[in-house]
């Protein structure tokens, strides 16, 4: 034995003394590399480690944890040596220190037996020369060993002895140890005590290190301290401590051990800090600790039996009704309906506790038990019952009613969700709560003493009810209904009777209801406020949202005005034109060959067919003031034939009705006596014309201005607008031209043709022998999508306006505008729909105003809207970054909290005036780059940066990129004006970045000779260095300095400036882009419900259709048509029955077949007896409604006819759509 041990420690000796050799051969090649400082030192780190691993390798150490001691002492010592010739550039050097030294410092702390003193005394040695060596190049990272090596153990000192035995040695002394190991050699001791199972040693060590000054925020020794003592089992002392420290530093503290793969410890402190809660009944970071202790909890137990062992636990301990909701939630999270029979006991034991707390949290149990058991119809009933015993209110009245007088359901046994025992005991719990016994009363005894409760508001439901039940009575026939009368019902009648009538004489006579009696028509303003959440406000929220939709749209049709003002004086001074020509009369040759054509403005106002209606109304009126009051619109849909058309024009033209037919027929003249029917033909509009300028010319002799001649030319022309040109028949179009052509010597028509795709348009529908019967000209209006983006400038790129949507609000309006219609109109719409949307269900919108009536707003906020901006996710990220003093005040002053609100609201207002002149800067100088990486509209940039950081985006840094390779002459030119637009901004931020672009402007135009750069050294010839003869080493490095050469070439002025510029840029971009999520009370300005808008805007009418008839209750809410999922009532309507029929057959439908099952159907609805012989007859009324149904399913694309089969119908869909 003896024998073996000597050989072992022989090899032992030998293979440190080669790992001794192949160190220094290692540190001699590195001092003879020719390779580069970095490169020779990255090598060689490489190269050491792989020695050290590979030597290493040869012991384990929990079997010989000496000879690695050895091993890491010879590296140690090697590394040190040869820390001279390593470069400090390479980040690898420090990197394998620090390692070395950890892993020497975990395997001394793992020493299972004290180390003989030879190889202590060599280890000693060999440190503190290594650290010597190490401190004379400024390095200290083995100051944890050398602390080591300065005692004769790794666990003999003094003061750690008598701290680890609960000895207190003098604080001093304290002080000082903890002071020369070090914040990380102390946390590996107590990580290594834990390890060994010596948590009563590792608690001990973690609280002086908890309760040094120095350490505080270095390392987490209170978190280690408090999982100490988790697993001590001390809860007295655990408690004791957790009391002290803030739920947020603890949860701080479960996310690090969570972090940190210590579940198990993150479990132990999570429940330490709930329980404390629980018992406190405190909800403060209740729900956050919950959370976490469920998904915890969930890792380590397997079963959904233990986790809710668990939560029973738990719910012992609560003292608030609130942390057993926070319970049953997290059960319904992680076991779903497995935990239900717990989250009903949670629920009676909460009712049991809530006569401490208030009403608000009685009702929510009543509410969680309905959503628990939402098809106990009987437990339903006494949830509801119960909540409003609790609150009587003539909500919960209502609610109460229509469960009572919906049909008792009974449940099977087998059926039940919970077992029929914790159900009683539930129902229990609630009787428990009321103040009488409800359970053999009818409704009339119950709403009696329900109303009892209600006060002078149970009066005013009564007296409604007695309307109502006497609005019933007298409607039905007595003679056919016997009605009971009792006292109670008699006295109602006679009440309401005298109520109605001001005298009883009155009463015995038929009599009109008074005005003042009759039913007031609802007002907007009422439906408005009907459904809105607070009614305390909702006026004001009207009147606000009323105000401001006024003034976005009086701006947006004024601007609309303004765009096609352009066009529509070009349209007036043409037809200005050609009617002085036609009434000159000259007799030149072009002159008589104009005056055979028609004057012809062809329109052309894009695809946005919506908006042309606008666009011809105020073409029209502006005809009519200022050139002809002869001025007719038609459309294609009133004009299918050409004596449709003629009809058209001369009724709008001649204000009387005009017969199609040659002969006029007595029977249909027209009810207005004084007009005549004319005959339907030019030659009627021709004497009328006549008749109409020659009265207007003799009352013109007799007086200068009248009003019937005023502003009218002696011959005013006859204007038809075609409106949608490319709808009408060519046709009918080609032959009312014709006829026109014929009189235009007699009547001066003139005609605008309203297009919307192209004026070839023209040429395709008429022929040339037509055409040239025209004199066209061409009027281009504006594009849809330039008029969107000036509307969007003026209304929501403006900090004039401050209701907002959101990016994706705006996202849902510009995709509805760009691939459906191109119709700004119904941009418009979309938007008042929005602003509605966002008073209507946002009761802190009443803040959504101009600035000082906001503020006014703000100072008169009540307590319920405090605490919804107190809710407010902006609000409550704005309080967390506050101090901790601020940030009480913020949760419990209402007053503070209005002057907070009066602060936000300016920051905000400021936010907007700033951020909307950036937007236009960057967009200035973006939107003319190639391939447009940022947009080429602005809109697409807003929204960019109302979804996140805009300088984040890739696209964004291409911008930057493709800037900075702009010519000085563009440059300049996009930074002018930038400086233009920031004159324009009104806060302090941008009048100083205004001063600061305008100095960067002047520096542009001041002539400079080149400026170097921060290396400003005279360069050689790039070749210089490439004609000496040299080796490979010498070349290499040649081409690294011409590399670096050309990176650090000379810069121009305007280089140097130029990225000045664009770092402005990117600052004020970065300041003041940021998103509106960023800024505290966003909500108050910004609508943000996209799904809503979409729904409204962009319905599925095919969906609509196919609920309707699958499912008529969906819509017409009768009770009689409430039907399980896929069958239909056989009370539906005769369509719902026939779509159903037509879905349980194939390809072709037997119409024969279809009918004898729609009757059988009907028949059972009508309650014949199936055994009759009537039953499922088909007779005369049966056959038109069938008949009537299967034409309303044609009319939808639901079938068609066929010829494939007689009788037949054909299937168009298929799967119930």
Request: net charge negative; glycine share 4%; hydrophobic share 40%.
């Given at each position: 034995m003896a024998e073996g041990e000597t050989e072992k420690e022989y090899a032992t000796r030998k293979a440190i003394e080669r790992l001794r050799e192949r160190f220094q051969e290692l540190t001699t090649t590195l001092k003879e590399s020719p390779e580069s400082p970095s490169d020779a030192s990255l090598r060689f780190c490489q190269e050491f480690c792989q020695i050290l691993v590979e030597h290493a390798g040869r012991w384990k150490a929990e079997e010989e944890p000496l000879p690695l001691l050895e091993v890491y002492t010879v590296a140690i010592l090697s590394y040190a040596k040869a820390i001279t010739c390593l470069s400090s550039e390479c980040e690898n050097v420090p990197l394998v220190l620090e390692n070395l030294g950890l892993s020497c410092v975990e395997l001394l702390l793992s020493l299972p037996e004290s180390v003989p003193g030879a190889l202590w005394e060599e280890f000693q040695s060999c440190v503190k020369s290594a650290h010597s060596l190490l401190q004379k190049h400024g390095n200290t990272q083995l100051h944890m060993l050398s602390a080591m090596a300065q005692e004769p153990g790794v666990w003999t000192n003094t003061t750690l002895s008598s701290i680890l035995s609960n000895e207190m040695p003098e604080i001093d002394r304290v002080h000082e140890f903890l002071q020369m190991e070090g914040p990380t050699l102390l946390s590996m001791r107590i990580k290594h005590l834990i390890k060994q199972n010596r948590a009563e040693k590792a608690a001990v060590l973690a609280k002086m290190c908890s309760e040094y000054p120095e350490y505080e925020g270095k390392g987490n020794f209170k978190q280690t301290y408090l999982v100490c003592l988790c697993m001590t089992k001390t809860q007295e002392q655990l408690m004791q401590e957790i009391m002290q420290v803030d739920c947020k530093d603890g949860l701080e503290m479960i996310c690090n051990l969570e972090s940190d793969g210590d579940e198990k410890g993150a479990l132990c402190l999570c429940s330490a800090f709930l329980e404390r809660q629980l018992l406190q009944g405190d909800v403060?970071?209740?729900?956050?600790?919950?959370?976490?202790?469920?998904?915890?909890?969930?890792?380590?137990?397997?079963?959904?039996?233990?986790?809710?062992?668990?939560?029973?636990?738990?719910?012992?301990?609560?003292?608030?009704?609130?942390?057993?909701?926070?319970?049953?939630?997290?059960?319904?999270?992680?076991?779903?309906?497995?935990?239900?029979?717990?989250?009903?006991?949670?629920?009676?034991?909460?009712?049991?506790?809530?006569?401490?707390?208030?009403?608000?949290?009685?009702?929510?149990?009543?509410?969680?038990?309905?959503?628990?058991?939402?098809?106990?119809?009987?437990?339903?009933?006494?949830?509801?019952?119960?909540?409003?015993?609790?609150?009587?209110?003539?909500?919960?009245?209502?609610?109460?009613?229509?469960?009572?007088?919906?049909?008792?359901?009974?449940?099977?046994?087998?059926?039940?969700?919970?077992?029929?025992?914790?159900?009683?005991?539930?129902?229990?719990?609630?009787?428990?709560?009321?103040?009488?016994?409800?359970?053999?009363?009818?409704?009339?005894?119950?709403?009696?003493?329900?109303?009892?409760?209600?006060?002078?508001?149970?009066?005013?439901?009564?007296?409604?009810?007695?309307?109502?039940?006497?609005?019933?009575?007298?409607?039905?026939?007595?003679?056919?209904?016997?009605?009971?009368?009792n006292e109670e019902s008699i006295y109602g009648i006679v009440t309401v009777l005298l109520e109605m009538t001001s005298s009883v004489s009155k009463g015995c006579f038929v009599f009109k209801p008074s005005a003042k009696k009759r039913r007031k028509t609802p007002t907007v303003e009422d439906y408005f406020t009907r459904g809105c959440e607070d009614t305390e406000n909702s006026k004001l929220r009207f009147r606000n949202c009323q105000t401001l939709w006024e003034k976005m749209n009086a701006d947006t049709e004024l601007l609309q005005d303004e765009l096609n003002r352009k066009i529509l004086d070009s349209l007036l001074a043409f037809i200005r034109k050609s009617v002085s020509t036609f009434q000159r009369g000259t007799d030149d040759w072009v002159s008589r060959m104009r005056a055979h054509e028609i004057p012809t403005a062809a329109l052309v106002l894009g695809v946005n067919v919506p908006d042309h209606d606008m666009t011809f109304q105020c073409l029209s009126d502006q005809l009519q003031q200022s050139v002809t009051p002869f001025v007719v619109s038609v459309q294609a849909t009133e004009c299918a034939a050409l004596n449709h058309m003629l009809q058209r024009v001369l009724e709008r033209l001649m204000g009387t009705s005009v017969s199609v037919d040659n002969e006029e027929e007595p029977e249909q003249c027209s009810t207005n006596v004084n007009q005549k029917r004319v005959h339907c033909s030019l030659i009627t509009l021709c004497n009328w014309y006549k008749t109409v300028t020659?009265?207007?010319?003799?009352?013109?002799?007799?007086?200068?201005?009248?009003?019937?001649?005023?502003?009218?030319?002696?011959?005013?022309?006859?204007?038809?607008?075609?409106?949608?040109?490319?709808?009408?028949?060519?046709?009918?179009?080609?032959?009312?031209?014709?006829?026109?052509?014929?009189?235009?010597?007699?009547?001066?028509?003139?005609?605008?043709?309203?297009?919307?795709?192209?004026?070839?348009?023209?040429?395709?529908?008429?022929?040339?022998?037509?055409?040239?019967?025209?004199?066209?000209?061409?009027?281009?209006?504006?594009?849809?999508?330039?008029?969107?983006?000036?509307?969007?400038?003026?209304?929501?790129?403006t900090s004039q306006f401050p209701f907002k949507p959101n990016g994706k609000v705006l996202q849902v309006l510009v995709s509805i505008f760009l691939y459906h219609d191109f119709s700004v109109r119904n941009f418009i719409k979309g938007l008042q729909l929005a602003l509605l949307e966002h008073f209507h269900s946002q009761p802190l919108s009443v803040l959504c105003c101009k600035k000082e009536a906001a503020l006014v707003h703000a100072t008169e906020l009540s307590h319920r809207d405090v605490e919804r901006l107190q809710q407010l996710p902006s609000f409550m990220r704005y309080v967390e970054e506050q101090g901790p003093q601020e940030q009480v005040e913020l949760l419990t002053s209402v007053d503070h909290v209005k002057e907070v609100c009066q602060k936000l609201l300016k920051d905000l207002c400021k936010y907007h005036k700033n951020y909307y002149t950036t937007l236009r800067c960057l967009h200035i100088l973006t939107a003319s780059l190639p391939k447009y990486p940022l947009g080429k509209q602005i809109r697409e940039l807003h929204i960019s940066c109302l979804e996140k950081n805009v300088w984040e985006n890739d696209e964004y840094a291409c911008a930057m990129q493709l800037l900075r390779m702009m010519a000085k002459d563009e440059l300049t030119s996009a930074l002018q004006k930038c400086a233009e637009i920031l004159k324009s901004g009104k806060t302090k931020k941008m009048r100083a970045a205004l001063l600061q672009l305008d100095n960067l402007l002047s520096k542009f135009d001041q002539p400079?000779?080149?400026?170097?750069?921060?290396?400003?050294?005279?360069?050689?010839?790039?070749?210089?260095?490439?004609?000496?003869?040299?080796?490979?080493?010498?070349?290499?490095?040649?081409?690294?300095?011409?590399?670096?050469?050309?990176?650090?070439?000379?810069?121009?002025?305007?280089?140097?400036?130029?990225?000045?510029?664009?770092?402005?840029?990117?600052?004020?971009?970065?300041?003041?882009?940021?998103?509106?999520?960023?800024?505290?009370?966003?909500?108050?300005?910004?609508?943000?419900?996209?799904?809503?808008?979409?729904?409204?805007?962009?319905?599925?009418?095919?969906?609509?259709?196919?609920?309707?008839?699958?499912?008529?209750?969906?819509?017409?809410?009768?009770?009689?048509?409430?039907?399980?999922?896929?069958t239909v009532s056989n009370a539906a309507p005769d369509i719902c029955i026939v779509y159903k029929l037509h879905l349980e057959c194939g390809r072709l439908i037997n119409l024969y077949d279809w009918l004898e099952a729609y009757a059988t159907v009907v028949s059972a609805a009508e309650g014949k007896d199936p055994d009759s012989v009537d039953f499922g007859k088909v007779d005369e009324l049966k056959h038109a409604r069938f008949i009537q149904a299967v034409s309303e399913l044609e009319f939808l694309g639901f079938i068609k006819s066929t010829k494939q089969k007689t009788d037949h119908v054909s299937r168009l869909t298929w799967g119930g759509c």
């Open positions: 403060y970071c209740a729900w956050e600790l919950t959370l976490f202790w469920s998904k915890l909890l969930m890792r380590s137990e397997s079963s959904a039996d233990a986790f809710l062992g668990q939560c029973r636990k738990l719910v012992l301990l609560s003292r608030s009704v609130c942390h057993i909701l926070f319970l049953i939630k997290v059960i319904q999270s992680e076991v779903g309906e497995v935990g239900l029979p717990v989250c009903i006991e949670m629920c009676i034991q909460a009712l049991q506790m809530a006569s401490s707390d208030n009403t608000d949290s009685r009702t929510t149990i009543c509410k969680t038990i309905s959503c628990l058991l939402p098809t106990d119809f009987e437990v339903k009933r006494a949830c509801q019952l119960t909540e409003f015993l609790f609150q009587p209110t003539v909500d919960s009245y209502y609610a109460v009613e229509a469960l009572y007088n919906e049909p008792d359901e009974k449940l099977e046994d087998e059926n039940l969700p919970v077992p029929n025992s914790l159900r009683c005991e539930l129902l229990l719990a609630l009787k428990t709560q009321w103040p009488f016994d409800p359970e053999f009363w009818d409704w009339r005894t119950l709403k009696r003493n329900c109303l009892a409760l209600m006060g002078e508001e149970g009066s005013i439901v009564s007296s409604i009810d007695t309307l109502n039940d006497a609005d019933e009575g007298l409607e039905d026939d007595a003679a056919e209904k016997e009605i009971d009368f020659k009265k207007a010319a003799s009352s013109t002799a007799r007086k200068k201005r009248t009003s019937v001649g005023k502003d009218m030319q002696q011959h005013p022309p006859i204007v038809v607008i075609f409106k949608d040109l490319e709808a009408f028949n060519p046709k009918v179009l080609q032959d009312f031209i014709l006829i026109c052509s014929r009189y235009v010597e007699q009547l001066p028509l003139m005609f605008v043709f309203g297009i919307a795709t192209s004026p070839s348009t023209i040429q395709h529908m008429l022929p040339h022998s037509v055409s040239s019967l025209l004199g066209i000209e061409l009027f281009q209006s504006l594009s849809c999508t330039q008029h969107l983006a000036s509307v969007i400038d003026k209304v929501i790129l400079g000779d080149l400026v170097e750069n921060a290396a400003g050294e005279d360069l050689t010839s790039p070749g210089e260095g490439l004609q000496k003869k040299t080796d490979l080493f010498q070349l290499q490095k040649t081409l690294l300095e011409m590399k670096k050469s050309r990176r650090t070439k000379k810069m121009s002025q305007f280089e140097i400036l130029r990225d000045q510029a664009l770092e402005f840029i990117d600052s004020l971009v970065r300041s003041h882009l940021a998103p509106p999520e960023s800024q505290p009370l966003y909500e108050v300005c910004y609508y943000s419900s996209s799904a809503v808008l979409r729904r409204h805007l962009n319905a599925t009418p095919r969906t609509s259709i196919q609920t309707a008839l699958s499912n008529p209750y969906h819509y017409l809410k009768n009770e009689d048509l409430r039907a399980e999922d896929g």
